[in-house]
């Protein structure tokens, strides 16, 4: 191992591993420890497994990860795999089952001191007892309404360790319960491009890269930064899109490709591939496209015979962007300056040079998280649309080239399923209650502290109505909402109303100081699984390895839901009488017998000792390709079948700020010169991580010291700004607004422009203490963003929608509190 003896035992010591593990044994290990170490040739056995930062192989000795090096397919991997170490070994890992002091003391009921993170080491048996009699209450005194298990959020890999499967068809086997529609990813996007284009497109595959590459000749990145975010993927990712990315950058090197970024500030991927930057003024990326929209159909750019033929609604666009509709605004470039920064001139030489060739546009999913979100992406369609290329070889437009290597050549085999997450057909729950009282069982994924803090409000969603329910218990596993969602504050207020919280993970997260029962779950690399490689290539089957066995009293999700189904007599049912790799071989073999015919697989013992199975890769695709070619036969899935500019059904749900055809409407609070920004000048950009996936490896130690400014989470700032401010490279600063205030460490850059400040969102939540309006000691951008849905349409989050203040924190810096676990009580 890397560690040294000394920093072995201090790190034992400071996870109180002594009291689980005994003296004797910690001695061992510490020696162990030292020579691997000293050992020239090291000791141990490789072992092979996956995550969202691709797979790996890991060299264990003595019962521990001593080394992980990257997976020999993955010719670019992240460095992020050197956090892996520090997930496993986090001193922020659940140790035993724990339960809330209060919530024991006040019978069960108390929620006033939710989140003062006092805990009681319970056992097991004890633990899991409450959360069933919880389940029987809730259904005994109230109904399905009460209950709230319908999370989201990036669970760990693995086809058949999946926590949100195992939690819900655990729980749903006991009765049913309130669920969720949509993610905070792509809340907006998924919902307005079904009216637009008939599909989600944000999870679709979308055209490949060797098709751009020999066929683009002006890629425009919009609010997108691949190089940062292609880290990642939902299964195990393998990185296989940095080797079209180097080619990219070779042909803007040689003067082959225009490739623009627009985009605030100067991104990663701008710096990485060279290219040009459009700097856009932040959430006002519509009126920009307008003013490309007015000069493409003033100067004659745009393709008549594809709107004609493609599209339905162009002529009742018209009138809003001419202004001769109700509001008499001309969507000019010299309107459009005013808003977005962009000079008139230069917005008519962006407008003609995207007609100049072949032109790919690709959208982020930032710039859809915000007020009035479904917007940029229905304009964006517009631009498309005008343009005429959609549907053609490396032209059109993209809202997925960016996420677990969408655009990748692809093979033709099937993926491996998963645990089954319901119910199984013809079993009924223990308490069969359907009748949920009027409320809605189906709410917007976003919409849940609202359903808290307003219960029975009927809300507009997507063309119908919402009745929010009142939640009393709320079960989580491997969820972290205390660092997806927004307004800190708010939140608090809302869980102190709540009957019960449950939660189940391997690290003390932020929702764990705000839960009341609290379960150990191992992590993925202590138990087996198989996964995907590559989620969108299926490249693959990987093995998943159990590295080491599981720390501490942690078990796996199907250990825990396992028990917790022996409780109400399910257990058989939950498990269909199998065992942990039991259920692996037969997914394995599903997936096998799937492929028999185009893509033959070796018998399970085989693959489990290789560690994979590769898929030959040779397949391309055109996005929207079918549709050009025959619009009839090929529809698109909206009312039409037609590209829709204007949507008769969209309009006919009278909604305020989601008409017929995609508009420009002022966002609540707005930097550079919009609303608030003279109390809070600077816009708050809280986008993915570069150096973890969203919360998960926050809590990586030594990771983490690689990019913490003295252990704060970096906020980024312009250099004039930090001196007007008087803030230097590395102070400690304070970041607020009327919602709340977080410390951070100053990190002073030219890539962001003035007004422009940067945290990125999943930075854990540590309050410094339990009031409302506490400060939050570690820098998490949600103590002060804004929870309010983009629109009656979606009701998605609007996390961008955010303009706050920073100064120089003076005085003693109070002590981080977000990594440190939970108080333990006697």
Same mark, same amino acid.
């Given at each position: ?19 689980v ?19 020239? @040739?090291?000791p ?28 020999e ?12 170490k ?30 003062n ?22 259904q ?6 009460a ?25 749903g ?42 066929e683009?000749k ?20 393998t ?18 490709? &225009? ?22 003024n ?12 007015h ?8 393709d ?33 300056e ?16 995207l007609?100049?060739?072949? &032109? ?47 655009g ?12 089954p ?6 079993? @009924? ?14 709410i ?7 359903s808290?803090?307003?219960p ?5 969603y ?16 491997g ?15 809302a ?7 449950i ?43 159990k ?18 189904t ?65 619009p ?31 508009m ?8 550079h ?5 003279n109390?809070f000048?600077?816009?708050?950009q ?26 704060? @989470? ?8 930090a ?10 600063v304070?970041?607020?607004?009327d ?10 850059? @030219? ?6 400040i ?32 983009t ?8 996390a961008?929608t955010v ?7 003076t ?9 440190s ?6």
């Amino acid at each position: 191992m890397s560690l040294s003896r000394r920093k072995f035992l201090q790190g034992l010591a400071t996870t109180s591993a002594a009291s689980v593990i005994g003296p004797g044994l910690l001695m061992q290990a510490a020696k162990a420890a030292e020579e691997v170490t000293q050992s020239t @040739e090291p000791p141990g056995v490789w072992k092979v497994t996956g995550s969202h930062w691709g797979a790996f192989r890991a060299r264990i000795y003595n019962g521990q990860v001593a080394e992980i090096k990257p997976f020999e397919l993955d010719k670019h991997p992240t460095d992020m795999l050197n956090g892996i170490k520090g997930i496993i070994y986090s001193p922020s890992r659940i140790r035993y089952p724990m339960v809330r002091l209060d919530w024991l003391k006040k019978n069960k009921y108390s929620g006033e001191t939710r989140g003062n993170n006092r805990f009681v080491r319970v056992t097991w048996d004890e633990a899991l007892d409450l959360f069933y009699q919880e389940l029987q209450r809730i259904q005994k005194d109230y109904g399905p309404w009460a209950l709230h298990a319908g999370q989201t959020g990036w669970r760990e890999t693995g086809q058949f360790q999946s926590c949100t499967s195992h939690m819900q068809r655990a729980v749903g086997m006991h009765g049913n319960f309130i669920k969720k529609v949509g993610d905070y990813s792509t809340g907006a996007g998924q919902t307005i491009l079904p009216y637009v284009l008939g599909s989600t497109e944000v999870y679709a595959q979308a055209t490949t890269w060797t098709t751009i590459l020999k066929e683009t000749k002006t890629l425009i990145w919009w609010s997108n930064d691949p190089i940062k975010n292609s880290q990642v993927g939902w299964q195990c990712e393998t990185h296989g899109s940095y080797g079209y990315y180097a080619q990219l950058k070779d042909k803007v090197a040689k003067g082959e490709l &225009t490739m623009i970024s627009v985009d605030p500030v100067i991104s990663k991927s701008q710096k990485y591939f060279g290219c040009e930057h459009q700097y856009v003024n932040p959430q006002t990326d519509v009126p920009f496209m307008l003013g490309i929209a007015h000069t493409l159909y003033k100067e004659n750019l745009y393709d008549k015979q594809f709107l004609e033929i493609y599209t339905l609604g162009f002529d009742e666009f018209l009138p809003y962007l001419l202004g001769t509709g109700k509001d008499k605004i001309e969507k000019t470039p010299e309107w459009a300056e005013k808003i977005c920064g962009v000079k008139a001139d230069d917005i008519r030489k962006f407008a003609r040079r995207l007609v100049k060739d072949r &032109t790919m546009i690709m959208f982020g999913w930032a710039v859809q998280r915000q007020q009035h979100g479904e917007q940029p992406y229905w304009m964006g369609a517009v631009l498309a649309s005008m343009l005429g290329q959609i549907g053609l070889p490396g032209g059109g437009i993209s809202y997925s080239h960016f996420y677990s290597g969408v655009g990748l050549p692809f093979s033709t085999a099937a993926g491996p399923g998963g645990f089954p997450r319901n119910v199984d057909e013809g079993q @009924e729950p223990v308490w069969n209650n359907n009748d949920f009282k009027g409320y809605s069982a189906v709410i917007p994924v976003a919409r849940w502290i609202d359903s808290i803090m307003e219960p029975g409000k009927k809300i507009k969603y997507n063309g119908g109505n919402v009745v929010l329910p009142d939640i009393k218990m709320m079960v989580f596993s491997g969820c972290n909402p205390w660092n997806h969602h927004q307004q800190r504050n708010r939140m608090k207020q809302a869980f102190r109303k709540l009957q019960t919280v449950i939660n189940i993970d391997y690290t003390w997260t932020p929702t764990c100081r705000f839960s009341d029962i609290v379960l150990p779950a191992c992590t993925q690399f202590e138990r087996n699984d198989l996964d995907q490689y590559g989620t969108y290539s299926t490249s693959g089957v990987l093995a998943m390895h159990k590295l080491v066995d599981p720390l501490y009293h942690s078990k796996t999700d199907f250990q825990i839901f396992t028990e917790l189904t022996e409780r109400f007599g399910k257990s058989k049912q939950y498990t269909r009488g199998m065992t942990e790799m039991q259920w692996i071989q037969e997914l394995y073999n599903n997936c096998r017998d799937a492929n028999k015919d185009k893509n033959p697989m070796p018998e399970f013992n085989e693959f489990w000792q290789n560690g994979i199975v590769e898929f030959k890769t040779d397949q391309t695709y055109v996005s929207h390709e079918a549709f050009r070619n025959d619009p009839e036969i090929n529809s698109l899935g909206t009312p039409s079948g037609f590209i829709e500019i204007y949507s008769r059904k969209i309009a006919r749900y009278n909604y305020e700020h989601c008409q017929g055809h995609p508009m420009w409407f002022e966002k609540e609070e707005r930097s550079h010169g919009g609303p608030k920004s003279n109390q809070f000048p600077f816009w708050l950009q809280s986008c993915h991580p570069n150096k973890r996936l969203h919360s998960q490896m926050c809590d990586s130690e030594k990771y983490r010291n690689t990019y913490a400014v003295k252990d704060h @989470e970096p906020v980024y700032i312009n250099p004039d700004d930090a001196k007007k401010k008087g803030i230097k490279d590395g102070d400690i600063v304070r970041v607020f607004n009327d919602r709340g205030q977080l410390l951070a460490g100053a990190v002073l850059s @030219e890539d962001y422009p003035t007004g422009v400040i940067r945290i990125y969102e999943g930075a854990w939540f540590g309050p410094l203490n339990n009031d409302i309006g506490a400060i939050d000691t570690y820098g998490d951008p949600n103590t002060v963003t804004i929870d309010i849905p983009t629109s009656q349409l979606a009701q998605a989050t609007s996390a961008n929608t955010v303009v706050v203040d920073i100064e120089k924190f003076t005085g003693k810096v109070p002590p981080v509190t977000s990594f440190s676990g939970p108080i333990y009580v006697s």
